[in-house]
T-cell receptor
Framework: DTGVSQDPRHKITKRGQNVTFRCDPI?????LYWYRQTLGQGPEFLTY????????KSRLLSDRFSAERPKGSFSTLEIQRTEQGDSAMYLC????????????FGSGTQLSVL | DQQVKQNSPSLSVQEGRISILNCDYT??????FLWYKKYPAEGPTFLIS?????DKNEDGRFTVFLNKSAKHLSLHIVPSQPGDSAVYFC??????????????FGKGTHLIIQP
């Protein structure tokens, strides 16, 4: 069990640029979640996958946000045309189906949009 | 509109005493409640949980109490230790638009254990 891995840990970008983050879940976990955390707030649910199927995406913040999990293993979160308001910590988590108490989080990607 | 509320941004407790962290919720559809602990530069880690059909769950120094009629839960840590200093998030699962297991989190309480 190597834990949930996120890359990069930090990303600084200019407004209007596209960014992509990667998440590698715990290998035997079939559910993968993306959350966003801004300063002084708790993590905010964005989307989740069960295997390669994206089962919930209505909480993605805008159509500039998209996520994929093409082979049911790693996942990517892309933000197009970044805005300063996108600056936040993006957290990935994984679990086995039905084991919500065993939701393991990665250390996150801190995005700063200048 | 916040469905999970932690009204105390910070709490300072002396080492060895009891720490009590509180959480209120508004959505009666929540069926599972969890507490997470977060250190700086790390992701949240699971601490303890409780199903909505129970009113208490205990794990070592940590006990969570659920009062469904008041829509209130609390986390008790006794005795408090220096390593307990962290941000604690209350989270809930249910019909909150968070997907099958997507959680709704409170804003967190920063617990500081003083020697």
């Amino acid at each position: 069990d190597t834990g949930v891995s996120q890359d990069p840990r930090h990303k600084i970008t200019k407004r209007g640029q596209n960014v992509t983050f990667r998440c590698d879940p715990i290998s035997e976990h079939n559910r993968l979640y993306w959350y966003r955390q801004t300063l002084g707030q708790g993590p905010e649910f964005l989307t989740y996958f069960q295997n390669e199927a994206q089962l919930e995406k209505s909480r993605l913040l805008s159509d500039r946000f998209s996520a994929e999990r093409p082979k049911g293993s790693f996942s990517t979160l892309e933000i197009q045309r970044t805005e300063q308001g996108d600056s936040a910590m993006y957290l990935c988590a994984s679990s086995r189906q039905g084991a919500v108490e065993k939701l393991f989080f990665g250390s996150g990607t801190q995005l700063s949009v200048l | 509109d916040q469905q999970v509320k932690q009204n105390s941004p910070s709490l300072s407790v002396q080492e060895g005493r009891i720490s009590i962290l509180n959480c209120d919720y508004t959505n009666s559809m929540f069926d599972y409640f969890l507490w997470y602990k977060k250190y700086p530069a790390e992701g949240p880690t699971f601490l303890i949980s409780i199903s909505s059909i129970k009113d208490k769950n205990e794990d070592g120094r940590f006990t969570v109490f659920l009062n469904k009629s008041a829509k209130h839960l609390s986390l008790h840590i006794v005795p408090s230790q220096p390593g307990d200093s962290a941000v604690y998030f209350c989270a809930a699962r249910g019909d909150s638009g968070g997907g099958a297991d997507g959680l709704t989190f409170g804003k967190g309480t920063h617990l500081i254990i003083q020697p």
